[in-house]
C-alpha cells in the first residue's frame, strides 16, 4: 500500500496486499493501481507479490465453484475437468483440503504436476475418455468444459452435482440454458458459475496458503514490459497453472 483514502480503516502505508480488481475496473497490468479496500486482503507472508498475483481470481473461483455452487462435502468423489490450468491446479488443492477423493483430467505433459498437487488419481485426456468409463463422481468441476453437457450428467453419481466455471462461448451456453433444464429430471444438479470477488472469500483462500493447504503454481513470469508476449502464450491455452506479470 502506498497510500490511503480517508475513509480506509483496514489498511495503512506499507501494507503488502493481494486482490481480484476485476470488479473496480481492472487495471493490474500497472505500476499502480487504485481499489476499494473491500476487494484487497493482507498478501499471505510466505508467499512472494508474484506467487500472490497468480492467486485471487482462480483461487476464488475455485473456492466458490466447489464450496458454494457444488456444496463439496468430506468424504465426495470429485472430479477437475482442466486441473492443470489456473482454476484448476487450486481446485485440485482445494477439494484435496475437504477431505475428497480427487481425480484430475489433463494432458500427458502435466500428468506429473497435477499428481504432486495432491490429486488420487490422474487421467491423461489424450489416452482415456473419463466420461466413457463406468466411474461415476459426486461432484464434477469442469474448469475446462470440453464435453457434452449430457455427458457430463452421465458421469454423475445420484444426487450429483456438475459445475462448469470454464469452456468455450458454445460449451458455457448450454450450461446456462440447458443446465436447468436438465437439472428438472432425475436428481442431478447441471450447473454454471461465475466468481464474485470478495473480501471474505479472499481471507479464506489466504488462510489456506498461509497454512500450506494450497500453493500457486506458476508456469510463466514475464515483465511488465512484455505483457504482450505473456497474453499471446496464455491465449495458446497450454499453460499449466498461472501466467505472472512482475513488475520492473
Known sequence: VEAIGPDVTQFK?????????????FGGFAQYATAPERFLAIKPGNLTFEQ???????GMTALQALRDTGKIASGMRVLINGASGGVGTFAVQIAKSFDTHVTAVCGSRKLAGVRALGADEVIDYTAED????????????????????????????????????????????????LGPLMSLTGNKRMTSMLAKP???????????????????????QYPLSQTPDAIRYLEEGHAAGKVVISIE
Open 13 to 25: 502505508p506499507g501494507d503488502e496486499v493481494f486482490g481480484d480488481l476485476s470488479a473496480c475496473g
Open 52 to 58: 500472490a498475483a497468480a492467486v485471487p481470481s482462480a
Open 198 to 220: 470478495n473480501q471474505v472469500d479472499l481471507q479464506c483462500v489466504g488462510k489456506l496458503l498461509s497454512s500450506g493447504k494450497i500453493t500457486p503454481l506458476i508456469d510463466r
Open 130 to 177: 473419463f466420461t466413457q468409463s463406468d466411474k461415476r463422481y459426486d461432484l464434477i468441476l469442469a474448469a475446462n468444459g470440453n464435453h457434452p453437457i449430457t455427458a457430463y450428467k452421465r458421469c454423475l453419481a445420484p444426487g450429483g452435482a456438475y459445475v462448469m466455471s470454464g469452456g468455450s462461448t458454445k460449451q458455457m451456453f448450454r450450461a446456462l440454458l
